[in-house]
């Protein structure tokens, strides 16, 4: 049982890795089959359900051109986490260069069910960010001053 869940496991992350592969290829439609039907992904505050709405994401609204570099590949229980950054350009060739960590967990189908993307941003970015509570009366520039 053990050596099972191991083995389910390490194709999970090889289905992580070649997730990157061919979304840096450009290729959509492979990449588009690693994903189950009823995906779930949440980046930056957006909810993608459905593997029509995540290809009209990829398709219509993901704008980036590059690499992926992958420095570390880990399981949470059910959960492949990568840590890397990404190095590209936006449509118009400005560049972009983002730290991330991705989660993928993966359905009974051997496809990914949920993703979770987390993107490091600059402490510029940081500043103009607005208090979630406005009861708060700390700011992210007031705490950057500390």
């Known amino acids: 049982m053990a ?17 990157y ?28 359900e459905g593997r029509q709405e995540l290809e009209r994401f ?9 690499r992926h570099s992958i420095e570390r590949v880990a399981t949470i229980g059910d ?18 260069k983002v730290r991330f960590a991705d989660f993928f967990t993966f359905g009974p189908e051997m496809t990914i069910l949920l993703r979770r993307t987390y993107l490091m941003l600059g402490a510029d970015q940081l500043r103009s960010v607005k208090p979630l509570c406005s009861s708060n009366k700390m700011t992210f520039e007031s705490l950057s001053r500390r």
């Open 58 to 66: 990829y398709r219509a609204k993901r704008k980036l051109k590059g």
């Open 3 to 19: 050596s099972e869940l191991i083995r389910s496991l390490e194709r999970e992350k090889e289905y992580v890795l070649r997730y």
């Open 79 to 96: 959960t492949v986490v990568v840590e890397g950054a990404f190095h590209g350009v936006y449509a118009e060739q400005i560049p972009k």
């Open 21 to 48: 592969q061919l979304v840096d290829a450009g290729a959509l439609n492979d990449l588009l089959a690693l994903f189950d039907k009823n995906i779930v992904y949440e980046r930056g505050g957006d909810r993608i």
